[in-house]
């Protein structure tokens, strides 16, 4: 097949034998440019470094799991390009399980056994699609969401046989734009057309983002009814009870979401967590081990898991435990970023535990230095180093700690979550001063990085601003203020295409902390100018001419 030519392959399956035999097949449709992984971890690695046309993975994987996740984890991570053709190789058993599971679809199925012809003509018939969808990748890739929902509505004139999936991308990318009351009426329209159950949990997900949780919640719950496997159903769910403060009920949505499927990592580490808001220690405890062992051989294992389940241990009293959990962190993640602090804040908690207020000092000294030097790590962490140097006579390291937190705090609500700490331990003033001290420190940046750019030392501003942004990446302000830097280097000193990758990555930013910003649509507008201006990739940010 002569349009196979050129396309570059990875086989990702844990038996020689049949890697040897997809190798071939894939041969005889033409593919020359194929890799192979025997494992999840070795394919995520290559796809860090790696783009593919087209992946073929195994969906009985080795390692606890299966070929479903591994996509999850490869869309979650943004490992895989929106074009990449990503096929799920199973058996008509593990088939009938899992097709109507999720809503991160494989683009196809290929069940065994199956010859060379029935994978050129399923490649075939992907390929297709994926010709049809080019333009508006193109557009994305660029940052050009807006000209690329004008596209989808071309290409669903254009290909109406696909249609329904422009349909879909045009109300993804609203949501992406922070346009949830714009996204509703598409999925509606495609519930009420054909009943599609991605289209309800769509819906459902507008009226989450627009704060309508009963809706949500009544959309979920009778999805649910219709499809007892719909596991991304369950998620949002819980996310809805939450959002409601209802921590029971969404631990209750999440068990029987892991009890549909036991392996998913991300979804064991959210059972823990409302599990342990919810009081419930035994099953926060059975969650978080499970995730601490599942991630121990993973490429995204974190070490925030080892002190939530000594959070949890701690809570149920079992300081034997605790310390086994910490040589495990030690032995298995040591030298990784924030395993120090990590460490120190779990052998803290235990030692308060226990009494030991010489190795409890000590310990706080170790996470408090640790922490001026982390990179990345959550406010949760933080949060909780804060609350034990306040419970234990170290005011000044926990205001330093929380001053840090409130300076990254992504709304107002993540604010107040920082101050009740300091008001829970009868210190309201304190709280209030770190909250001025903090807000100051924030503006104090972003009056730094503008004055630098009002000297015409852009880059400078640049810089200064990218630095904020690596300290508090989760405050919204300062990514605001650093996207607009970018954009304000590339307007007056030309177009720069790493600069030009940080200007989509600090937009989307703003979109994700704070999608309902009034100025969002002026630095997007910007953006745009700065495409027209310098047409970076040719005429592809323009495509269709009028959609500006």
């Known amino acids: 097949m002569k349009e196979l030519k050129g396309l570059s392959a990875l086989i990702i399956e844990p038996h020689p034998g049949m890697r040897a035999s997809l190798h071939n097949m894939l041969n005889l449709c033409g593919l020359a440019k194929i890799d192979d992984a025997a494992s999840s971890g070795q394919a995520i690695r290559m796809l860090g470094s790696k783009s593919y046309d087209l992946i073929l993975c195994e969906y009985d994987l080795d390692g606890g799991q299966d070929g479903q996740q591994m996509l999850e984890d490869l869309r979650h991570h943004k490992l895989m390009h929106a074009s990449t053709m990503f096929f799920m190789v199973t058996g008509e058993g ?216 000594v959070q949890t241990l701690v809570r149920k009293g079992d300081p034997l435990q605790v310390g086994a959990v910490i040589r495990d962190l030690d032995k298995s993640m040591g030298g990784q970023k924030n395993t120090e602090l990590c460490s120190a804040l779990c052998s803290a908690m235990l030692h308060a535990h226990t009494g030991n207020e010489e190795r409890l000092q000590q310990s706080l000294d170790a996470a408090l230095a640790a922490n001026r030097h982390s990179v990345g790590s959550s406010n949760m962490l933080k949060t909780e180093l804060a609350r034990h140097c306040l419970a234990h006579g170290r005011e000044d390291g926990a205001a330093e700690v929380m001053r840090e937190v409130m300076r990254n705090a992504p709304d107002s609500a993540a604010m107040t979550r920082a101050m ?71 307007e007056h000193e030309g177009w720069d295409e790493r600069m030009g990758q940080q200007a989509l990555t600090f937009i989307a930013g703003v979109r994700r902390l704070d999608p309902r910003n009034p100025k969002l649509p002026v630095l997007s507008g910007l953006h745009q100018q700065l495409l027209r201006k310098y047409k970076p990739h040719g005429n592809t940010w323009m495509h269709p001419p009028d959609a500006r």
């Open 94 to 309: 593990s088939f009938a399980k899992v097709v109507s599971a999720v809503e991160l679809l494989p683009t196809d199925y290929i069940l065994k056994p199956f010859t060379a012809d029935n994978m050129l003509e399923r490649i075939g018939r992907a390929l297709d699609k994926r010709n049809a969808f080019v333009p508006v990748y193109e557009l994305i890739d660029v940052g050009n969401e807006r000209a690329a929902i004008a596209a989808c509505a071309e290409g669903a004139s254009l290909y109406p046989r696909y249609a329904t999936d422009f349909l879909r991308l045009r109300a993804e990318l609203h949501l992406l734009l922070g346009e949830a009351a714009d996204a509703e009426p598409i999925y509606a329209a495609l519930y009420d057309a054909k009943a599609i159950g991605w289209a309800r949990l769509g819906q459902a997900k507008t009226q989450f983002l627009l704060g309508e949780y009963e809706a949500a919640q009544g959309m979920l719950e009778g999805l649910l009814e219709n499809n007892k496997r719909f596991l991304d159903a369950y998620d949002w769910l819980a996310r809805t009870h939450l959002a409601q403060g209802k921590p029971e009920l969404a631990q209750a949505a999440l068990s029987e979401a892991v009890a549909l499927s036991p392996h998913a990592v991300r979804r064991l580490r959210r059972l823990g967590e409302a599990a342990l808001a919810a009081d419930d220690i035994d099953m926060a405890e059975k969650s978080l081990k499970l995730v601490v062992s599942k991630a121990k051989y993973s490429e995204f294992r974190d070490p925030e898991d080892h002190v939530r389940l």
């Open 420 to 490: 009740a700490v300091f008001e829970q331990a009868g210190r309201e003033e304190l709280a209030k001063a770190l909250a001025r001290q903090s807000r100051q420190e924030v503006a104090d940046m972003v009056a730094a990085g503008a004055a630098r750019a009002g000297e015409g030392d852009f880059r400078g501003a640049v810089d200064l601003m990218g630095e904020a942004v690596t300290r508090l990446p989760d405050n919204p302000q300062v990514v605001f203020n650093a996207a607009v830097a970018v954009l304000k280097c590339l």
